[in-house]
């Protein structure tokens, strides 16, 4: 195996719980090279990954014929000897067969499992594990089929030096005060807490431990939310400021490593948070196809703790139920417990 073409071709969250995956496939191939094919908008992260050699943009399902073939002719130019595909579509499916790749294994589900070489069952409905180890599984399934013996890594993922944590502390904060980020913004594909909720989660969680600077962040399309927590947090006297990512994922990557706490729903800079090993707190609904097991983030042992609202047909979806209350005070204990055994600088 010398060329190798990985696809997670989806949203940030889903690209980030691959990590692992490209991180064993990297350590069991040294001496492959392997490429991933991302959108435009996780291609910052895909090149702040160790693991990935190479990244080809997909111009995504959307594009015209000409942008399409460009792609196609892109892929077959590289002559990879395999292509692992994370996310089935037909499209991604179609991709790798008409590229001429020799060996292409996915999970075994719908249609599109039959234009692949290799398939394996997983059930990823049933979210039975979280969806890194069904990455894991599924990678650790091509190796064997290939006879290469499978070395995974550990938390963290990702990482900055600590001089470059420093300068963006300096940059972009003031004081010694342990930060907590939070980020209200959601990609979609979850349901999250309401402004009001999270007020009140962060409120409570200030009269609990009056040390903590709350730091709320916010991105492109999220900008009138956070404003209207943060006015909120302004007539409440909490401790608090405003970032706004303007600058990019790389950056945005470097201010959340500078969090001493993480608190989101499901969503991408949850999962970046995590993969940074930043303690993180996450609110998921519990239908099974979104619950926190599934998309538990990737953090050391610990150092994630998750809310959910009752399971059931009627409530399983409404966040609203979530008592944010209760959550703060369980929130404080579990960080007052993991900073004492495991100080966060």
């Not at 070395?151 to 010694?176: H, M, V």
């Amino acid at each position: 195996m010398q060329k190798l073409l990985v696809v997670r071709n989806d949203k940030i969250g889903d690209f980030m719980l691959a990590w692992p995956s490209f991180a064993l496939l990297k350590n069991s191939l040294p001496n492959c090279e392997i490429s991933a094919l991302v959108p435009s908008y996780t291609a910052p992260l895909a090149e702040l990954c160790p693991w990935i050699d190479k990244v080809i943009i997909d111009c995504g399902a959307e594009a015209d014929g000409q942008a399409q073939a460009s792609l196609l002719q892109q892929v077959k130019q590289q002559q990879f000897d395999g292509y692992l595909c994370f996310f089935s579509t037909m499209r991604n499916a179609w991709l790798g067969a008409r590229a001429g790749i020799k060996h292409r294994c996915a999970p075994a589900t719908k249609l599109a499992q039959f234009l692949f070489t290799q398939r394996v069952k997983q059930r990823r409905s049933q979210s039975r594990k979280p969806e890194f180890e069904y990455n894991l599984d599924l990678a650790k399934a091509f190796l064997a089929k290939h006879q290469i013996d499978a070395k995974a890594s550990d938390a963290p993922f990702l990482s900055f030096s600590p001089a470059q944590i420093e300068a963006r502390k300096n940059s972009e904060f003031t004081g010694s005060q342990p930060m907590v980020m939070v980020h209200i913004g959601s990609g979609g594909s979850a349901n999250n807490l309401s402004v009001e909720q999270y007020f009140s989660l962060i409120d409570c969680l200030a009269k609990l431990n009056l040390e903590l600077h709350f730091v709320i962040t916010a991105g492109p399309g999220e900008l009138v939310a956070a404003q209207d927590l943060v006015n909120q947090l302004a007539k409440a006297e909490v401790s608090h400021q405003l970032y706004f990512s303007e600058e990019g994922l790389t950056t945005f990557c470097e201010v959340l490593a500078c969090a001493d706490m993480f608190i989101a729903g499901s969503t991408g800079p949850l999962h970046i948070a995590g993969a940074l090993d930043v303690p993180t707190v996450g609110f998921f609904p519990s239908r099974r196809s979104a619950t926190p097991l599934r998309w538990q983030p990737l953090n050391s042992a610990g150092r994630h703790i998750s809310f959910s609202p009752p399971a059931g047909e009627l409530t399983q979806e409404d966040m609203s139920l979530i008592n944010v209350s209760d959550s703060a005070v369980k929130i404080n204990l579990w960080w007052q417990k993991l900073h004492a055994s495991d100080p966060v600088e």
